[in-house]
């Protein structure tokens, strides 16, 4: 058996390799680093696969996230709404800002925000929400965007995990993750299901005028050169990753339906065992398919990730790593009790979901080139474990 990887990049890469190192030589050839034209062309090829008017590349998905706050005209103490279940990343930036970050619990099923937490969590300080699709699957955008028109509130959309899937409405129109919001933002970290060869992101909207106000901002506040209009980051993605991305675009639904039937594997390996909870996926924002349907678009699995529920979570993980199975535990601290963001207005009682998957969630290898064999292997791994 091959060994197994928690992700596999250079076997995906050797699928593709031809076409990457062509791509990557062009641009050594033209000595074209800085915004090249793979640039350019990446950014309208994602444009159109997104369908959305506007893509901003930029160095990274944490930037993108600054970013968009900065060309909303965020203002100190004004109060941003998160999830606590989710990558340090997302409060990061809200943070650096001198924003207000409010942090709400997730639901039970999903991980993602929770509607009923964000409700409660409102104040006349309230600018704006910023819903995380971990782990690949979107959160409940129609219930966010009703509660942002009724307030009057800018939606943000973290898709770091979860670009490529499809959100469903109740009356059957789909877009994709990232575009549904006032404005999106993803990373192209390597292990992401379209990731450069470093670091890399982008900010995606339909709003011509903040498009080009965050297109300034990327690029130290210049739209001519040394004359600054506004205040600006240094963020550039650079040429070589465009270059890879603008190779793995066109086989990003590939990359995501190769995911969907590992995960599709592992669920139906593991789904009946009493100590194991295997992810739901929600198809659309009325119902729960409770199993991983071929219509289950809505989740792209950058991550696998079960519940233990027996308090073997952790002799598990170790176990796991100890017959060769890479693993991990995202996340093991909630937001709320991280040392850099406590805060006095937070209740353990505000958050039981958090406070229960942290010491529950374990998610197992998830990428384009699991074989049967090695899945077998882990979920077999697993079951005698656990039994």
Do not use: W
Not at 244 to 254: A, E, G, N, R, S
Not at 269 to 275: M, Y
Not at 350 to 375: A, C, G, R, Y
């Amino acid at each position: 058996m091959k060994k197994i990887q928690m992700v596999d990049l250079q076997s995906q890469y050797e699928k593709i390799k031809d076409a990457v190192d062509q791509s990557i030589q062009q641009v050594l050839n033209t000595a074209t680093y800085i915004n090249g034209p793979l640039v350019k062309e990446f950014q309208e090829d994602l444009e159109k696969y997104l369908n959305v008017k506007h893509v901003i590349p930029c160095a990274n998905g944490t930037d993108a996230l600054q970013i968009a706050m900065m060309g909303l005209d965020l203002k100190p103490g004004d109060e941003v709404i998160t999830a606590d279940f989710t990558f340090a990343a997302t409060v990061e930036v809200i943070a650096l800002l001198q924003l207000t970050p409010v942090l709400v619990d997730v639901d039970q099923k999903t991980f993602n925000i929770d509607i009923e937490a964000i409700k409660k969590a409102i104040t006349p300080k309230t600018k704006a929400i910023v819903p995380v699709h971990l782990f690949g699957q979107v959160a409940n955008m129609e219930a966010i965007l009703e509660i942002a028109k009724e307030h009057n509130l800018y939606v943000i959309e973290d898709n770091a995990q979860a670009i490529g899937a499809d959100y469903t409405f109740s009356d059957g129109s789909k877009q994709k993750a990232g575009t549904i919001g006032t404005v999106g933002t993803t990373s192209f970290f390597p292990s992401k299901n379209l990731g450069c060869y470093g670091d890399g992101g982008a900010i995606f909207t339909n709003d011509d005028d903040l498009a080009h106000k965050l297109r300034g901002i990327v690029n130290h506040g210049m739209y001519e050169r040394y004359y600054h209009d506004v205040v600006g980051v240094n963020s550039r993605l650079d040429s070589i990753q465009a270059g890879v991305l603008k190779i793995k675009l066109p086989h990003l639904d590939t990359y995501c339906n190769t995911r969907r039937n590992a995960a599709r594997f592992y669920t139906k390996a593991l789904k009946n065992h009493p100590a194991i909870i295997t992810p739901t996926t929600q198809s659309n924002t009325t119902k729960n398919c409770g199993e991983l349907c071929d219509f289950c678009d809505c989740h792209v699995f950058h991550q696998y990730t079960l519940q233990i529920t027996n308090g073997k979570r952790d002799a598990l993980h170790k176990h796991l790593l100890d017959n060769g199975i890479p693993n991990a535990i995202y996340y093991p601290v909630a937001l709320h009790a991280q040392k850099a963001y406590q805060d006095e207005r937070y209740k353990e009682a505000d958050f039981p979901v958090t406070n229960q998957l942290v010491k529950t969630v374990i998610s197992l290898p998830m990428h384009t080139e699991l074989d049967e064999e090695q899945l077998t292997f882990i979920t077999e791994t697993i079951i005698k474990f656990l039994n």
